[in-house]
């Protein structure tokens, strides 16, 4: 009996160590499904950071293009106003030169106009102090005749 009761509880001993096997596994594929779902939790985690991440850049690419576009247009058109102020400027400077050139030379007519008109009143004088002088002459010519 004694060998009964020793098998007995060999057998008690050996299902209660199973029992606890069975539940150290039990336990083990909670924990690794709970790690496994962690795992998975983690990685979706991480890829909707990462894919957020990438419509952040997208659009930070997308803006600063679109500014870059926007500076290049505003350069160009600053060039195009400048080069039309540019020209412009020569223009008037252009037309300040030709009614500076045009005063210049009716100035230059008039003191000419006025150069020959003093020299013919000279020359008019002139002879005409000639005349007076020779009219003198005469006179006192005459007289002394007389």
Do not use: P
Not at 37 to 59: P, W, Y
Not at 96 to 104: K, S
């Amino acid at each position: 009996m004694s060998v009964i009761l020793d098998q007995t509880d060999d057998l008690l001993l050996a299902q209660t160590e199973i029992r606890h096997l069975k539940n150290t596994i039990q336990a083990l594929r909670e924990e690794m499904e709970r790690v496994r779902f962690d795992k998975d939790e983690a990685v979706s985690t991480a890829v909707s950071e990462s894919n957020k991440e990438i419509q952040q850049l997208r659009a930070t690419a997308i803006a600063l293009r679109d500014r870059l576009e926007s500076l290049g247009f505003d350069k160009d058109e600053s060039v195009q106003s400048a080069v039309k102020d540019g020209k412009d400027e020569a223009g008037q400077l252009h037309k300040t030169i030709q009614t500076m050139r045009d005063e210049m030379d009716d100035v230059k007519f008039k003191y000419e106009d006025k150069m020959e008109q003093m020299t013919r009143d000279a020359r008019d004088e002139h002879k005409q102090l000639h005349g007076t002088i020779q009219s003198l002459r005469d006179q006192i010519d005459a007289s002394k005749s007389t």
